[in-house]
């Protein structure tokens, strides 16, 4: 019986000193220009992307980079998230942002198609990642 009740014990204190840590979500969306998405009673639009890498089998002296310009809108009030990937200087390919009073991690994962030496028409797609931190 001793045994017993110090097992209850010894259990019970475990289970007191655990802590739940916050549980992280991270969801990926993918933007067109002009293109939108909502996070809670939030909007997130991709404005415009300005790429400047180097061309594939094309001989540069950088490497360039490739710059996504966002608004996000939360409680009518706007505010402009610039992304970097590649040679940005200050820029990062990351921004903590604050939505509906929640600390989230905007990332820049891509931005497809990579440039050519011949224009093409075909439509860019920046690819991000959000974390709820």
Not at 11 to 37: D, H, Q, R, V, W
């Amino acid at each position: 019986m001793k045994n017993l009740m110090f097992f209850f014990i010894v259990l019970s204190m475990f289970a007191a000193g655990c802590k739940k840590t916050p549980e992280t979500k991270t969801t990926n969306y993918e933007f067109e220009i002009n293109t939108s998405k909502s996070i809670g009673a939030s909007t997130l639009v991709l404005k415009t992307i300005n790429d400047s890498r180097c061309p594939i089998n094309a001989d540069c002296i950088g490497a360039g980079g490739a710059k996504a310009y966002f608004k996000l809108t939360a409680n009518k009030i706007d505010q402009e998230i610039i992304l970097c990937k590649g040679d940005c200087s200050t820029l990062e390919s990351v921004a903590n942002i604050k939505i509906n009073g929640i600390d989230y991690s905007l990332k820049l994962i891509d931005i497809t198609p990579y440039p050519q030496l011949q224009k093409s028409n075909i439509t860019q797609t920046v690819k991000v990642e959000l974390t709820r931190a």
